[in-house]
């Protein structure tokens, strides 16, 4: 900054001296804050995951009403025996199942029950983790196979 020699006419008066400060402290206080602000990289870092799972929640609400969408238009144009077969099918999977569920209850080891309930369990509290994994699987796959033909 430099300074011109005061003259008689341009001396402010302490009034505008001190509305000009406290102008100047005002603006300094907001640079110092936006500085601070933009050195909070945790802040910074939780507003953008954030935004972020925003984003997804948005995104997952989108493409489950799509699914909803392209299922009901699937199971529209489906024929009606092969819905009944479908049905059947899915009915003797659970019979069978059952069943197997049974025998394993039945024949199995009492610590190989107790590690397979473990396992199981788990997989129950982290299904959207393995879901998400076959997915992208199933895509990798796919997509391998749409090269090579």
């Given at each position: 900054?430099?300074?011109?020699?005061?003259?008689?006419?341009?001396?402010?008066?302490?009034?505008?001296?001190?509305?000009?400060?406290?102008?100047?402290?005002?603006?300094?206080?907001?640079?110092v804050?936006?500085?601070?602000d933009?050195?909070?990289?945790?802040?910074?870092?939780?507003q953008?995951a954030?935004?972020?799972?925003?984003?997804?929640?948005?995104?997952?609400?989108?493409?489950?009403?799509?699914?909803?969408?392209?299922?009901?238009?699937?199971?529209?144009?489906?024929?009606?025996?092969?819905k009944?077969?479908?049905?059947?099918?899915?009915?003797?999977?659970?019979?069978?199942?059952?069943?197997?569920?049974?025998?394993?209850?039945?024949?199995?080891?009492?610590?190989?029950?107790?590690?397979?309930?473990?396992?199981?369990?788990?997989?129950?509290?982290?299904?959207?983790?393995?879901l998400?994994?076959?997915?992208?699987?199933?895509?990798?796959?796919?997509?391998?196979?749409i090269?090579?033909?």
């Amino acid at each position: 900054m430099t300074h011109t020699p005061a003259d008689q006419h341009s001396t402010p008066a302490p009034a505008e001296l001190r509305e000009q400060i406290e102008h100047t402290r005002h603006e300094l206080g907001d640079t110092v804050q936006a500085l601070a602000d933009k050195t909070d990289v945790k802040a910074r870092a939780r507003q953008k995951a954030g935004q972020l799972k925003d984003d997804a929640v948005a995104r997952a609400g989108e493409l489950k009403v799509q699914a909803t969408k392209a299922t009901s238009r699937v199971q529209d144009k489906l024929p009606d025996s092969f819905k009944q077969k479908a049905a059947q099918a899915a009915g003797q999977a659970r019979a069978t199942a059952t069943q197997a569920g049974r025998k394993w209850e039945e024949k199995a080891p009492a610590p190989l029950q107790q590690k397979t309930a473990q396992s199981a369990q788990l997989a129950r509290e982290h299904r959207t983790l393995l879901l998400t994994v076959a997915a992208g699987i199933a895509v990798l796959w796919l997509a391998s196979r749409i090269k090579k033909d």
